[in-house]
């Protein structure tokens, strides 16, 4: 499996990254109804057959629930696993102390003495600066109890000043975590990209099928019906798919080349923007196998850009 590290001297990882919001969260995503801890196991286990090792969570995802899990799951295998959890900057947390104590705990539930990335998780931090935000995440990688710093939904600008402060402590930063998919190119045009590019800094892209749209299954004749929050979402309605149908037209045709399905190719063509690791959201084995058809092949220069062009609309 080919490997990349995350920003400029960060832990080798894995080209696709598993999310894991769903592992726990009955708020958003019904943790218990169809799927529970066995599905989440044999998920887990059938991403390190595929050789992907890379799981990424948070403190707040199932309220603690994700991270007890991959602990859990850890615990089961001698293989080498890296994980990517986050930070929370609530209001209550304003000290170098709080940001401390809450990795504590995060590295409690996933039973570690060192996490490979630590994400803020939003570049608001309400009372606390961003000078003592980010040494105190200084201070961790010190410590030792952090291999990488990364933040989440920054500005090009809110990147510039994180990367700025953690340099001045001789600390890389090494992530930012932002939306990007095909039908979310907003940080080509906003500067995230190409300052990310010019700092060293590697974009971990969540909600890279853009919420399933990019998998196909979602048809103007509507035999699959939106569920959850995407009944009320305006991208699932009959005019929504029909904006959209150029794109997965083109998936279909790419993946026809390839014996690809609709996801797999636009998972790959994140890869190929180079610095891009796409996080898809797992729930089962099925789901991590199909997302790992992602890999192993690549999508030509012209195709690639066959997929810029069709794209081009939601490039603002």
Not at 128 to 148: C, F, H, P, Y
Not at 247 to 254: E, Q, T, Y
Not at 292 to 299: I, Q, V
Request: aromatic content about 10%; hydrophobic content about 40%.
């Amino acid at each position: 499996m080919e490997t990349v590290s995350l920003g400029q001297n960060g832990p080798t990882v894995t080209p696709l990254c598993l999310g894991t919001w769903a592992w726990g969260d009955k708020l958003f995503w019904n943790y218990g109804d169809g799927y529970g801890q066995e599905q989440l196991q044999e998920a887990f286990t059938a991403a390190l057959e595929v050789g992907v090792t890379f799981f990424d969570t948070a403190e707040i995802y199932g309220l603690g629930q994700s991270e007890k899990f991959l602990g859990q799951f850890l615990q089961q295998t001698q293989q080498l696993v890296q994980i990517a959890t986050k930070f929370g900057p609530l209001p209550w947390r304003f000290t170098s102390q709080s940001v401390s104590d809450a990795l504590t705990e995060s590295l409690k539930r996933l039973q570690l003495n060192k996490i490979d990335l630590y994400q803020v998780h939003w570049p608001f931090a309400f009372l606390m600066s961003q000078q003592t935000l980010m040494n105190a995440l200084a201070d961790e990688v010190k410590r030792g109890r952090i291999a990488a710093v990364g933040v989440s939904n920054y500005s090009a600008q809110q990147m510039q000043e994180a990367h700025h402060i953690l340099a001045s402590r001789g600390v890389p930063l090494a992530v930012n975590q932002v939306r990007y998919s095909l039908l979310t190119r907003q940080i080509e045009s906003n500067g995230i990209l190409k300052t990310a590019r010019e700092l060293g800094v590697t974009i971990l892209a969540y909600s890279p099928l853009a919420q399933g749209l990019l998998t196909g299954k979602y048809k103007i004749d509507q035999t699959e019906i939106p569920s959850g929050a995407r009944k009320i979402d305006p991208r699932f309605s009959k005019e929504g798919l029909q904006k959209i149908e150029p794109v997965i037209s083109l998936l279909r045709k790419l993946g026809e080349n390839y014996d690809r399905t609709p996801a797999q190719v636009a998972l790959n063509w994140l890869i190929a923007q180079g610095n891009v690791i796409p996080i898809a959201g797992v729930k089962t084995a099925q789901q991590v196998k199909q997302n790992a058809g992602a890999l192993g092949w690549r999508l030509s220069d012209a195709e690639i850009s066959e997929l810029e062009k069709v794209s081009r609309p939601w490039l603002y």
